[in-house]
């Protein structure tokens, strides 16, 4: 069995903030955090003019929280996730290795030696991040839906910018998205 990709992900804490980021502005709630946005500065400018109206002095204290829950929470829900990982592998950089044959995709974790075969129709969508790729496999049986997490750096055999090509022609069901961060 030749393989034509093989992985080696070292998952730090600044790749789980980069994964919590992904998933905070892909969500769906950009409208709704933007109407609070726009509705915290109109209120505050009319609370320095001094136009001191219940809505004004109301919106302050509350928006101001829920700006930084917006802001701060994803960092700190990436940073509780890392040390489960790391406690639940007994280690302070988890390691994955994932290597792709011409049948099936394997993903190995390198402290507990576990390892899960992949079929190619169980791919859905691959996620381009700034560093890494995220790959959906779909749920089949027992297992869940789960994110394989692949370092754009950590090809040990073949090139990240041909990994794209190869999942195209071996997955045409998958979607693929790119996201770049301010």
């Not at 790749?15 to 998933?23: K, N, T, V």
């Not at 890392?82 to 049948?103: I, K, V």
């Amino acid at each position: 069995m030749e393989t034509y990709f093989v992985n080696r992900c070292v998952r730090t804490q600044k790749m789980e903030q980069e994964i919590e980021a992904y998933s905070f502005w892909s969500r769906r709630d950009k409208i709704l955090f933007l109407f609070w946005v726009l509705f915290f500065l109109a209120c505050s400018i009319l609370f320095a003019k001094g136009e001191k109206t219940f809505d004004s002095i109301l919106s302050t204290v509350p928006i101001a929280i829920i700006l930084f829950s917006y802001f701060v929470m994803p960092w700190s829900k990436a940073k509780q996730a890392y040390r489960r990982m790391c406690n639940q592998l007994h280690t302070d950089e988890p390691e994955f290795l994932t290597s792709f044959s011409n049948e099936n995709a394997e993903w190995l974790t390198v402290q507990t030696r576990g390892k899960v075969s992949f079929s190619y129709t169980q791919f859905t969508e691959c996620i381009k991040l700034e560093h890494l790729y995220l790959l959906t496999v779909a749920s089949s049986g027992n297992q869940p839906e789960l994110t394989l997490v692949l370092s754009k750096a950590g090809f040990e055999n073949g090139d990240s910018n041909d990994f794209t090509g190869f999942l195209k022609e071996k997955c045409p069901q998958i979607k693929f998205c790119s996201y770049t961060f301010l």
